[in-house]
């Protein structure tokens, strides 16, 4: 539930962030001011890995010597998936901003963007899956991915949901 309020919230700070601010701006943080898209982008993804670490430790059984090698590897794919993380919520910072006066070209750029993080996203999966084999059984392995994989659709369903659509 946590997760599903943040991602509300970054929708929301980021259409108001990006409409307080100038375009191009960086501004330095003053005490009370509201937060930068950059500010709340890095929140947002603190508190979906944080969540998500902590579902995955609590449907996994590791041992003491699996634990010690997974989770610094698993810190490593996160902050992989972090860069595919941030250009997609800054593409849906974009969208937001200009979704009224959306013409073809860009539409069609926001819909191959999508395809493109998608596609990157499931490579990185893919490539991790191997990495993680290397410290885990298999089928444990497998379960890690699940886990991600549902975690990540449900958190794409929740931020599309409060999304319009393209007209």
Avoid at 44 to 54: C, G, I, K, M, T
Avoid at 97 to 109: I, R, V
Wanted: net charge positive.
């Amino acid at each position: 539930m946590r997760t599903m309020s943040a991602v509300f919230v970054l929708v929301c700070l980021v259409g108001f962030s990006a409409s307080a601010a100038a375009p191009g701006s960086q501004q330095p943080r003053t005490e009370g001011a509201p937060p930068t898209v950059d500010d709340v982008l890095k929140a947002v993804r603190a508190d979906l890995q944080s969540s998500r670490a902590d579902i995955l430790s609590k449907n996994l059984t590791l041992t003491a010597e699996q634990a010690a090698k997974f989770w610094p590897l698993f810190d490593k794919y996160q902050k992989e998936q972090n860069v595919i993380m941030d250009e997609h919520m800054k593409a849906i910072q974009t969208f937001v901003n200009s979704f009224q006066s959306l013409d073809d070209a860009a539409a069609l750029a926001l819909m191959n963007g999508h395809f493109d993080r998608d596609t990157r996203m499931n490579s990185l999966r893919q490539r991790w899956l191997a990495e993680f084999q290397k410290v885990l059984p298999t089928k444990m392995v497998v379960r890690v991915m699940q886990i991600d994989r549902r975690l990540s659709l449900m958190q794409q369903i929740e931020t599309a949901a409060r999304i319009p659509l393209a007209h």
